[in-house]
């Protein structure tokens, strides 16, 4: 049975989200563990100051593009799709900050040439290639600091990057797997450059529900015979 997914209600102390206005701040969590005020939903990097009166709450993306909130800007009520797209400028160019900053402050704390250059070509593409993304990821520890290096995008749509992806070896494709879409790694498994860690745990489990599956089928077949077979008489027997 395939797994459901899970559906997040508005929490009833929210009201009307008309009633919300944004303020045009937000948080980047580099942990990637705050939750939304609005629909509760865990996980969240970017989150969204809105205010109503005195009340503050910080809402995700999600609800951004699911509720009508407005706000105002240079004196002018923006409506719900203006204010939306004010609110992705915005989030483009705090990620591109955030990610940027990191960067430069590993550079400043090493002397590894190749950061310098994953600081380039960040900026020139906005992403890291698969093989700049695991010189960095093991860098990150340098900051003392939890860092969910899923914050980075990392290129895997073109056959280069795959293969670059693929001429890693095991533990730096491990570093780059955890950054990555559940897409992105499902297209990666299917080329068979999955870690050696995620194939032997995608094993284990093709193997428990082959057991699974066929424990099934043994208890059916181990029924007797002639189970709710009705008795055969004397003269049955006799003939």
Known sequence: MPMTRMRYMLN?????????????????????????????????????????????????????????????????????????????????????????????????????????EALVYFDRNLQ????????????????????????????TRSTQHQDEFGALDDKARALVWSALSPLQCRRLASLGYAPSAVRRATSRKARQDTIQVTSSRMADLSQPAGWNQRPISKEQSAS
């Open 128 to 155: 890291l290639s698969p093989q700049r993304a695991a010189l960095l990821f093991a860098a990150l520890p340098l900051l003392r600091r939890p860092i969910d290096p899923r914050i980075f995008d990392v290129q």
């Open 12 to 116: 009833h102390k929210v009201g009307d989200p008309k009633e919300w206005s944004y303020s045009w701040a937000l948080q980047d969590d580099q942990t990637i563990s705050t939750h939304c005020d609005f629909c509760g939903q865990p996980e969240q990097r970017i989150t969204y100051e809105v205010t109503r009166a005195e009340e503050r709450l910080w809402i995700c993306q999600r609800c951004v593009g699911r509720y009508p909130v407005g706000g105002m800007l240079n004196g002018s009520r923006l409506q719900p799709r203006a204010a939306r797209a004010q609110v992705h400028g915005l989030t483009a160019r705090l990620k591109q900050q955030t990610c940027h900053e990191i960067i430069k402050e590993i550079q400043r704390i090493t002397t590894d040439p190749g950061i310098e």
